[in-house]
């Protein structure tokens, strides 16, 4: 495991982080919803990060703070840390 730490990992391991997560239309429509998924995973390829949403997009973020990300044609991501 490399010693390099991340700048963001300064309040916990990021890859311990359980987030919730929504998508939201321009119209304020839920149109996906994600109760608990993990960072590394929401960032995948397979995942959100094919809408280009990066780990350096969501952190910093403490336990029970929401942070809002939009993804392009007035459609947003509302991310919230569960732990």
Do not use: W
């Not at 991340?6 to 939201?24: E, G, P, T, W, Y």
């Not at 809002?68 to 569960?82: A, F, K, N």
Request: positive net charge; contains cysteine; proline residues 5%.
């Amino acid at each position: 495991m490399s010693a390099k730490r991340s700048k963001f990992d300064f309040s916990c391991n990021s890859r311990a982080m359980l987030l919730c997560s929504k998508i939201v239309s321009p119209h304020g429509d839920c149109i996906a919803h994600q109760p608990r998924i993990s960072l590394k995973r929401m960032c995948d390829m397979s995942h959100l990060g094919i809408l280009g949403v990066r780990e350096d997009n969501v952190l910093p973020l403490k336990v029970g703070q929401m942070k809002l990300i939009p993804l392009g044609d007035d459609y947003t991501l509302v991310v919230r840390r569960i732990r």
